[in-house]
């Protein structure tokens, strides 16, 4: 517990600008974590079998920051619209996106079905300069049975790969993915990831390796890994509102 308080000191210094919501926000990193994979993501679709995980390109982890934008944001002001959809063409998402935090308890929240992306309300937003940070579940139960999740497919992105990130104006905010890594679940660069960056940047996380079963819960278990996917912003294309006719 000592190696991960101190590393939750380092994190939360730099948020000193929201420190009445963030006083809990290592707890919040790590056990966003935890909960991704324990007794919430369900079944793999392949039962036993661990899910493929994915290593290529780099997820620089920053130190030292003051504040999660170090750059000087845009002019004019940053776009306040809420998000609305995450599409990923190459992977076949094409999600509502829904902010969450924390509970009247202080426990993270996680998206409570498989097919929404869930959106950290203490990260960055799209265009503020900042780390905006996803998850999402790779699988999940329906009925019993086991459905895919808005990220089973994460690992399947590629460097250059685009994210998009559209508001409920229709600004369109596109990201290119530059690193994309699997790591043990325990391992402190999954919170470190989720930390404040110098660029804007968008850090989509989910579940991999393998599903343990917990004995006493049906459903009920953990996954070994987790998949991280870090892409930085490309183009801010302002549009019409969603379904509007061109």
């Given at each position: 517990m000592t190696a991960i308080t101190s590393i939750v000191r380092r994190l939360t210094d730099p948020f000193r600008w929201?420190?009445?919501?963030l006083t809990l926000a290592g707890v919040l990193?790590?056990?966003?974590?935890?909960?991704?994979?324990?007794?919430?993501?369900g079944l793999l679709m392949t039962g036993e079998s661990g899910a493929t995980t994915t290593n290529i390109g780099d997820i620089p982890i920053y130190s030292g920051l003051n504040s999660p934008t170090t750059t000087p944001l845009p002019t004019p002001p940053p776009n306040n619209s809420p998000m609305a959809r995450?599409?990923?063409?190459?992977?076949d998402v094409d999600a509502p996106i829904i902010a969450i935090g924390m509970d009247a308890n202080n426990v993270p929240q996680v998206p409570g079905g498989p097919y929404d992306v869930g959106w950290y309300d203490w990260s960055s937003k799209p265009g503020w300069g900042?780390?905006?940070v996803f998850s999402g579940h790779v699988d999940w139960t329906v009925n019993g049975q086991p459905v895919i999740g808005v990220f089973y497919y994460l690992r399947d992105l590629g460097l250059d790969d685009v994210i998009k990130i559209v508001l409920e104006d229709g600004t369109e905010y596109r990201y290119k993915v530059t690193?994309?890594?699997a790591i043990e679940a325990d391992d402190p660069r999954a919170l470190q990831w989720m930390g404040p960056t110098p660029m804007d940047a968008a850090t989509l996380i989910t579940c991999g390796g393998t599903w343990i079963r917990d004995p006493n819960d049906p459903l009920g278990g953990h996954y070994t890994m987790r998949q991280v996917a870090r892409a930085e912003l490309i183009?801010?294309?302002?549009?019409?509102?969603?379904?509007?006719?061109?």
């Amino acid at each position: 517990m000592t190696a991960i308080t101190s590393i939750v000191r380092r994190l939360t210094d730099p948020f000193r600008w929201r420190r009445s919501r963030l006083t809990l926000a290592g707890v919040l990193l790590l056990a966003s974590m935890v909960l991704l994979g324990a007794g919430l993501a369900g079944l793999l679709m392949t039962g036993e079998s661990g899910a493929t995980t994915t290593n290529i390109g780099d997820i620089p982890i920053y130190s030292g920051l003051n504040s999660p934008t170090t750059t000087p944001l845009p002019t004019p002001p940053p776009n306040n619209s809420p998000m609305a959809r995450m599409i990923i063409e190459k992977i076949d998402v094409d999600a509502p996106i829904i902010a969450i935090g924390m509970d009247a308890n202080n426990v993270p929240q996680v998206p409570g079905g498989p097919y929404d992306v869930g959106w950290y309300d203490w990260s960055s937003k799209p265009g503020w300069g900042g780390n905006a940070v996803f998850s999402g579940h790779v699988d999940w139960t329906v009925n019993g049975q086991p459905v895919i999740g808005v990220f089973y497919y994460l690992r399947d992105l590629g460097l250059d790969d685009v994210i998009k990130i559209v508001l409920e104006d229709g600004t369109e905010y596109r990201y290119k993915v530059t690193g994309n890594q699997a790591i043990e679940a325990d391992d402190p660069r999954a919170l470190q990831w989720m930390g404040p960056t110098p660029m804007d940047a968008a850090t989509l996380i989910t579940c991999g390796g393998t599903w343990i079963r917990d004995p006493n819960d049906p459903l009920g278990g953990h996954y070994t890994m987790r998949q991280v996917a870090r892409a930085e912003l490309i183009q801010e294309k302002p549009l019409g509102p969603i379904g509007a006719v061109p």
